[in-house]
C-alpha cells in the first residue's frame, strides 16, 4: 500500500545563506515548497533541477530528502578563496551554495582571500579569473548569483555573423519609407526596436498609428544555434553599468535595432483609432521602414509641453502635432476602463565613469515622452493580442490576475496607513484602481504608496491561456514590441508570421508554448532578481558616506526581523531591525502590515525620522536607526 506522507517529485533548488534550503516542485500553483535540511544541500546550487523525496509531516509541513541532480543550470561561481590542508577552496556566495568547492587552477593558486570568477566543472570549480576592483566583484557576484549567462557560445556567434549578412530588402513587404516615422528612446539606447508613426485624421477624424517593431525572427531562425542561446537567456539583463542582452551586441544594437536612415525590415501593427480613443480597426503586416529622425525623451517631451522643436525633429515637424493626439485618445481609452499607468517614477544610480562606483542616486519621473510611448506600445501590444485571438492563433499572453479578497483588504489597509480613503468594498474593479491611482497622483508619498500598491496587486506572467490583465484593465494583452530583448515578443512574431505566411496548423493551449511561458518567466525573475541586487550593492556603497545622517522615510515593508523605511528623496531603502527599535519585543500582525511591541506600532504608510548607522555593500544592506528627536 502506497503511503499518502510520501511522493516523488521534480523541481528546483534554493539555498539560504543559513546553511538550509528549500525544494519548490514543478509546475504547481501556488508553488509548492519543501524544506532542506543542510547536509543535503551539500552537493548541490541553487537552480539545479532535481528529483526529491517529499515527506508530509504530522504537523503538515514538508521535507525534501535524497536530492538526485537532473540537470545543473548555472555554469559560473563567484566567491573568495580560501585554503584547507594546503588546498585552495571556493567559498562559494552563500545565496548559491553552502559548501566550499575545490578550486582548479592552471598556474599558481591565487590568494586566500581574493575574488574569483570560477566556471562549474563537476564537482569542482575552475578558475576563469581573479577580480580585483570592488565593481567588477559585486558584478561577478551579481551575474553568477542569478546565472546569467555572459559568454555566446562559438555557434551562436557565427550565426549572429551570417545574420549581419542578410540584406533589409522590401521583398513583398508594404513600403513604409516615405512614410514620417522616429524612434524615441534614452539618448543611451542601443538596441531600438520599436518605432511610431502617426497619420492625419481622416474625414472621420480617425486617426492611424503604425508601430513598427524589428523584424528579429528574420535573422534569427528558430531551433539554430542562435535561437537556443536566446531562448536560454529569454530576456536581455540591465545592470547598471552593463547590459547583457538576449542576442550578441553587434546584432541587438546595429544590424537589427532601428537606426536612423537606413532600411530596416519590421512587424507593423497599423491602429485605427477614433476621436473618442477606441481602436475600431487592427492590421498587421511585415514592412521595410527608414526612420526619419532618432529622438530622445527629453527633446520629444519639450516639444509636447512647450512646442520646442529640436534639429532632429524638423524632418518630422508637420507630423509631430499627431503625436499628442494619439497619446491623448489613447489615454481616454485607458481612463474609461481603469487600470494604472505603466511609467512611474525609478531611482537610477549615478556611477563614475574611472571606477564604476556610485557617486549619486538621482529620482527621475516620467516625461510626456515616456508616456506617449508607453501608451503606444500598450495599444500595439493589446491590439496583436486581440488579433491573434480573433483568428485562433495561440498566444504567449502577459495575464495579471483579479486580486482576491484579502488582496482587496489589504489593499484598502495599505491605502488607510497611508492618510487615503480607498472604499474598495469587496471587490476591487480596474476603474476602481484607477481612481486610487488618481487620488495619489501628486502625493509627495507617491512613490512609496505606488511601490507598496504594485507589490500589493502582484506580478504579472507568461501563459499559452488567454485571460486579463488587470493592472491595465485589458481583456487581452501579450507582448510584441521589444523582441530584440524579451524572447517571449519574439515567440509572438513567430506567430504572426506564420498565420501572415499561411500557416494554420496548431494548437490554441499549445503545451510547448506553455513550457515556454513557464521557462521566460522564471529567466524574467532571474534577471529581475539581479538587476535589484545590482542596484541594492551600489546604492549601500554609496550610502556608506551617509553614514550617521538623518533623513525622513516612510515604512513601506514589515519583514519578519524588522521594519523597512524608503527616504522620501532618493527612495533608498533600508531596515530597522526590531532589536534596535525601542520598547520591544516586536511582533508582526497577521495582516503582514504591521509590527507591534507592548507599546508602540509600527505600520506601512508611517511616516519615520531615520538615521543610516551601518551598510554592508556586498549584502546590499542598509541598517538604520530612529533618529534622535529634536
Known sequence: MTDPTVRH???TVTVHPRGFGFFTEENTAPPVS???????????????????????GDDGRTNATNLKLIERTRSELFGTVVVHRGAAFLKVDREVANTDWPLTHAGPAPAAGAHVLARVDGAKAALIEVLDTPDAQTLAQVIARHGIATVVPPAARDEAERARKIPHTVDGRRDLREVPTVTIDAASTRDIDDAISVLPADEDGAVRLLVS?????????????????????????????RVIPMLPDGLSSEWISLLPHVDKMCLT??????????????????SLIRSWARLTYDEVADFLDHGDVSPAMEPVYEAAPWWRTVSARLHMARTRRGGVE?????????????????TGIEA????????????????????VARWLSERGVPGVYRVHD???????????????????????????????LAAFDHQIATSPSEPAIRGVLLRSLGPARYTVHPSTHFGLGANLYLHFTSPIRRYADLAVHRLVKAYLHGSRTWSMRDPALETLAQHINLRAKLAARAETDRHRMLVAGYMTRHIGEHFSARVVKIRPFGVVAQIDTTLVEGTLAFEVLPDGPY?????????????????????????????????GRIDLALAPKG
Do not use: W
Not at 483609432?273 to 477606441?278: L, M, N, S
Open 9 to 11: 517529485a521534480r523541481g
Open 402 to 432: 483579479v486580486p482576491g479578497p484579502d488582496a482587496v483588504r489589504e489593499l484598502s489597509a495599505v491605502a488607510e496607513r497611508f492618510g487615503y480613503a480607498s472604499g474598495f468594498g469587496t471587490k476591487l474593479s480596474p476603474l476602481a
Open 213 to 241: 517593431i524589428a523584424d528579429v525572427s528574420a535573422f534569427v531562425p528558430e531551433g539554430g544555434a542562435l535561437d537556443q542561446d536566446a531562448r536560454a537567456r529569454a530576456t536581455s539583463v540591465y545592470l547598471a553599468g
Open 587 to 619: 511582533t508582526v500582525e497577521p495582516s503582514g502590515g504591521a509590527a507591534r511591541s507592548p507599546t508602540r506600532r509600527y505600520a506601512v504608510g508611517d511616516a519615520v525620522r531615520v538615521t543610516v548607522v551601518k551598510t554592508d555593500p556586498s549584502l
Open 269 to 286: 501593427a497599423e491602429l485605427r483609432i477614433d476621436p473618442e480613443g477606441a481602436v475600431v480597426a487592427v492590421d498587421v503586416y511585415e
Open 34 to 56: 519543501s524544506f532542506v535540511i543542510p547536509p543535503e544541500l551539500n552537493a548541490f546550487l541553487a537552480d539545479d533541477l532535481v528529483e526529491a523525496v517529499i515527506t508530509v
Open 342 to 358: 505603466v511609467a512611474r517614477d525609478e531611482t537610477f544610480v549615478v556611477l563614475d565613469a574611472v571606477t564604476g562606483l556610485a
Open 364 to 383: 527621475h519621473q516620467p516625461t510626456s515622452a515616456h508616456v506617449l510611448i508607453e501608451r503606444c506600445m500598450v495599444a500595439a501590444n493589446e491590439a
